[in-house]
């Protein structure tokens, strides 16, 4: 039998790739390629200058900073703040939805610093706000590309998106709107999908995230929510699936949310009624839309902190056009016209009765928070420009101009905005307590809603002394164990007495007598937690717990969870069981975490008595500070300039660290203490860098000036041996206290010289200043940086509370750099020459500025130069009068502006030279300019150095255009004639050698002049 061989089976042929399939797959990709690139620029204020000095945005990063306290003290969701309003407490993240701050938490968790944590919150949700319209607008559009893309871009570059990025900093309202297309587009999938029920969870959680990062945007989310689901669900046939899925959808949502919203809708009775009035008689008002004011009128959107919010010309203009080019008159196109339209109306003067006469609308605080909608609104319209093209090259065309005009209208311009630096980013408690004294918490600060806003009714809007006496027999304390949120004592009072806390009463504090539960109540001035103490001993527990109400919802949101994750499993969406895992998870910590309370250490030696006792003291090593704990018994009202001295030494006596400051971070007078109260009190002591670790020894003197006594010890882990920040070193003093210890100026330009640091007119100029005080000052004064010219002209400027308030001089030390940036932006037609950077200091109040005593200065000045830089401006115009004569290696003279024309006697000659440097110089030139008569003797001269000593010709640039004007003056006696004008540079420190002259053929000129021309004289009219 024979076998034939099997066949052998050759390779297919590589598809050929032809021009026609590469620009068709280029055509199909092409949309999503320009939405990639142009969303580009709506981050590069973040990347080229850094985070703004936005209105809220400093605000928010403490908040972050204040939140990671508690999370590290081990509550996991801290209704109550018991550090903020100067330690007395605050309830903020009982009424302020905390979800977008958890979100810059999560990434500082991960490793992110405080700044870059918030930049990269931002960064994402803006991604997510064009992910998510991208996704609304697909289905809206049909799958089509080029409707997406422009829908998506033209939410990218909202105005009002990027108004809350860079301009408001609002975090939690970026975060929102970010979720609304989500949420809308979860409501779409949830009526057209043939299994409604597995769109039921992207909808729940989506409108559940909402509820807890912005509950003002969640004001105008049901109607907007409930409206869409309506038209889609008529529309759709009315199908059943879909409408029992929707019902889930919204019930899961709020259950899964109710722990935050419960106890904010029905405990807002609890919070003062000072924010409803600031937004009903200030705010709303000044919000509301006028002919006047509603537009931006501009092609390209002027980003400013003007109010109100405005809405865009060409994003009006460009959602009008593809409202009616869209040609679509189905209900659901209506329907987003109809949005447009309400919510544009809504915000302007005409509707203001209706958000004054409506608390829960008062809540938006501002009319053109409703721009949230509206933006999403006019970006699906907007769209609709495209969404009737069908040209497979007009299209493309059509797309990418329609793209790049929104991104060239709305691209944030923001040079004109100061700057926060991420190395002087400090969002610690000590700086929170020194920026709410700045806000006025001691005053008042009725119009600031970040100390107002949710301050207990109880307690009043000043923190003013207390007007009750000394108490007759204080209980006696013995502290145990305390903490930010509890602490546990023993007490003793030999007849009933009341005792105060120094914190807020708000309900959610709890107290225990011996194991049975005793009702704290507001009393005094403050409104403080008060408890009424039997006579006899006792064990007194106090602790934060929350309400019932907080823990019912809490327990109900919980079972959502539970829920939420039955519904995933049984359905297999393991991405959403995933999510209520975690959140299960996360209630599960908060439940079982208690935030954490130490050992009050006892003192071996009390202060001198002085109307109030020291029980115990708590010392906690946070970074490079030892932070102190003390708690006093105040018994007799306390002076208000008060001040403690804390000092660390080694057990021979050696001094390591100390400190003279005011009580609680230096930001309290102790005159707010009423009698009767406990304390729990706060200082930071700086510790040095590298310091071993060891025992160390804790003294303390109060008031200051007194001897001081041996408290006890500490453990101190190793502190980091940080190098020294990379500043030139100084030693200038600036008042009594202060010192600028160093500097730094860093300059963003591609040009370069050997002689001086050298920008472009256009360019921004960082100066980086390190400061330090012997000890802590009184008042938080301002710096300043201005960019002068030696003749006194100055070009830029930035005043600011150095860090700015990042780094309050209240808190500075003497053993730390406290680092301080000023960003000065030159302007475009900046004067070339050099430009001293003078830095200084004053008092805010009085405007008086600090004496500043240089090394070696022989009095005082009011401010202090730090060395030169140099701008070359852009080469001017050519000269009227055309030269060309070398004046030696240095440059030549081109010529000069504007042409000499006769003069009168007794008149002047005024133009301005021109010099083109060859190369740099290391002498410092004078210019001369001569009348010279027919005999060559001098009529008239003037010497200067170049433009009045303001570009000296050491610090001349190869390449740069030097503009030098001149005038000289004639005698009154001066014989009409003609006479030659003549100019050149000599040497003074060279017994005035001049510099040689070269004609344009080369040729040295013996008088090393430069002729300029004749000049004809006339008699006087």
């Known amino acids: 039998m024979t076998t034939r061989p099997l066949p052998i089976a050759r390779p297919a042929a590589p598809p050929r790739v032809t021009a026609r399939a590469l620009g068709s797959t280029l055509l199909t990709w092409l949309p999503w390629l320009l939405l990639a690139g142009l969303s580009l620029p709506v981050f590069w204020p973040f990347y080229r200058e850094g985070l703004p000095r936005s209105f809220d945005g400093g605000l928010h990063l403490l908040r972050l900073g204040l939140l990671d306290e508690t999370l590290r003290g081990g509550a996991i969701y801290p209704r109550w703040a018991p550090d903020a309003l100067l330690g007395f407490g605050y309830p903020l993240f009982g009424y302020y939805a905390p979800g977008s701050y958890y979100l810059a938490e999560l990434l500082h968790l991960l490793g992110l610093s405080f700044y870059a944590a918030f930049v990269a919150a931002f960064v994402l949700l803006m991604l997510a706000a064009a992910a998510g319209m991208a996704r609304l607008a697909w289905d809206l559009f049909d799958g089509r590309r080029w409707p997406t893309a422009l829908a998506a871009l033209a939410y990218l570059y909202a105005p009002y998106l990027v108004t809350n990025t860079y301009i408001r900093g609002a975090l939690a309202e970026v975060a929102a709107q970010a979720l609304l297309p989500w949420i809308l587009w979860s409501a779409r999938r949830l009526v057209y999908s043939p299994q409604p029920r597995r769109a039921a969870l992207p909808l729940a959680f989506s409108l559940a995230a909402l509820a807890v990062t912005h509950n003002i945007t969640l004001l105008f989310t049901p109607p907007l929510l409930l409206g869409y689901l309506a038209v889609l669900w008529f529309t759709a046939g009315r199908p059943r699936p879909a409408g029992s899925a929707a019902i889930l959808a919204l019930l899961l949502a709020m259950g899964l949310s109710a722990f935050f919203w419960l106890p904010l809708l029905l405990e807002r009775a609890f919070v003062a009624n000072t924010g409803f009035e600031i937004a009903r008689t200030v705010w709303l008002p000044a919000s509301a839309w006028t002919r006047a004011n509603f537009l931006d009128g501009g092609w390209s959107y002027d980003h400013t902190f003007a109010r109100p919010i405005r809405l865009g010309l060409v994003q009006a203009a460009l959602a009008a056009a593809g409202a009616i080019g869209a040609r679509r008159r189905d209900a659901e196109w209506l329907f987003w016209i109809m949005v447009a339209l309400i919510s544009g109306g809504l915000m302007t003067a005409w509707a203001l009765p209706l958000w004054q006469a409506s608390d ?181 527990d106090v602790r934060w717990q929350g309400t019932r109400l907080q823990a019912a919802a809490g327990a109900f949101s919980t079972a959502m969870l539970c829920a939420a994750l039955g519904l995933a499993l049984a359905q297999r969406q393991k991405g959403f069981g995933v999510l209520a895992g975690a959140g299960l998870l996360l209630a599960g910590a908060a439940y079982i975490a208690s935030p954490a309370v130490a050992r009050v250490i006892p003192p071996l030696a009390r202060p001198e008595p002085m109307g109030m006792q020291l029980l115990g003291y708590r010392a906690v090593q946070h970074g490079g500070n030892l932070r102190l704990y003390p708690y006093w018994l105040v018994e007799t009202a306390q002076p208000g300039d008060l001040k403690v001295r804390w000092r660390l030494q080694t057990a021979t006596g050696d001094p390591i660290a100390e400190t003279v400051t005011r009580p609680y971070y230096n930001a309290l007078p102790a005159a707010v203490w009423p009698p009767g109260t406990l304390v729990d009190d706060a200082y930071a002591l700086p510790l040095p860098a590298g310091l071993p670790a060891g025992r160390y020894q804790l003294w303390l003197a109060i008031p200051a000036a007194a001897e001081p006594v041996l408290l006890g010890s500490v453990a101190l882990a190793a502190t980091p041996a940080t190098s020294a920040p990379a500043l030139t070193a100084l030693d200038v003093r600036f008042g009594d206290q202060a010192r600028l210890a160093g500097y730094r100026l860093e300059m963003h330009t591609g040009q370069e010289s050997t002689a001086l640091p050298v920008l472009a007119s256009g360019d921004y100029l960082r100066v980086h200043l390190g400061w330090q005080a012997d000890q802590p000052l009184d008042t938080n004064l301002h710096g300043f940086v201005h960019l002068v010219s030696p003749s006194g002209a100055p070009l830029a400027q930035e005043d600011h509370l150095p860090g700015p308030f990042f780094q309050p001089p209240t808190l500075w030390t003497s053993t730390r750099l406290a680092p301080d940036v000023y960003l000065l932006r030159l302007p475009a037609g900046a004067r070339g020459g050099i430009y001293y950077p003078r830095v200084g200091l004053y008092d805010f109040a009085s405007l008086d500025r600090l004496p500043v005593t240089p090394p070696g200065a022989p009095a005082p000045q009011d401010s202090y130069a730090l060395p030169p830089i140099k701008i070359v401006a852009p080469p001017p115009a050519a000269p009227a009068r055309p030269l060309d004569y070398r004046l030696g290696d240095l440059a030549t003279l081109a010529g000069y502006t504007p042409a000499l024309q006769p003069i009168a006697v007794g008149s002047a000659i005024t133009l301005t030279l021109q010099y083109r440097v060859l190369q740099p110089s290391s002498q410092n030139l004078t210019r001369f300019a001569q009348l010279l008569d027919p005999a060559n003797q001098v009529i008239a001269q003037q010497d200067s150095l170049p433009a009045q000593g303001d570009n000296p010709t050491w610090a001349w640039v190869a390449g740069e255009t030097v503009v030098d004007p001149v005038t000289l003056a004639l005698p009154a006696d001066t014989m009409p004639g003609r006479y030659r004008l003549v100019a050149g540079l000599y040497d003074a420190a060279a017994g005035g050698t001049r510099l040689p002259v070269y004609a344009a053929d080369g040729t040295a000129i013996p008088e090393q002049w430069a002729f300029l021309g004749d000049v004809e004289i006339t008699a006087s009219p």
Do not use: C
């Not at 700057?419 to 001691?442: C, H, I, N, R």
């Not at 105060?500 to 959610?508: K, Q, V």
């Not at 011996?514 to 403080?528: E, F, Q, R």
């Open 360 to 540: 829960l609308l008062t809540l938006a605080q501002f009319t053109w928070r409703l721009l949230s909608v509206h933006s999403l609104g006019l970006a699906l319209l907007t769209g609709g420009l495209l969404a009737g093209w069908r040209h497979r090259l007009l299209l493309p065309l059509a797309g990418g101009l329609l793209m790049l005009l929104v991104v060239f209208s709305a691209r944030p311009r923001l040079a004109w905005m100061d700057v926060f630096a991420p190395e002087s980013v400090d969002a610690s408690l000590p700086v929170m307590a020194q920026t709410e004294v700045e806000k006025g918490v001691l005053g008042g600060g009725e119009g600031n809603s970040s100390i107002q806003e949710f301050r207990p009714r109880w307690a009043p809007a000043t923190l003013a002394a207390s007007t009750r006496g000394p108490i007759a027999a204080p209980p006696e304390v013995q502290l145990e164990q305390a903490g930010p949120f509890a602490l546990r004592a023993t007490v003793t009072a030999g007849t009933a007495a009341p005792l105060r806390l120094a914190s807020f009463y708000f309900p959610g504090w709890r107290a225990w007598l011996d194991g049975a539960p005793l009702v704290p109540y507001p009393s005094g001035d403050l409104g403080l937690l008060t408890l009424d103490l039997p006579a006899g001993r006792h064990r007194l």
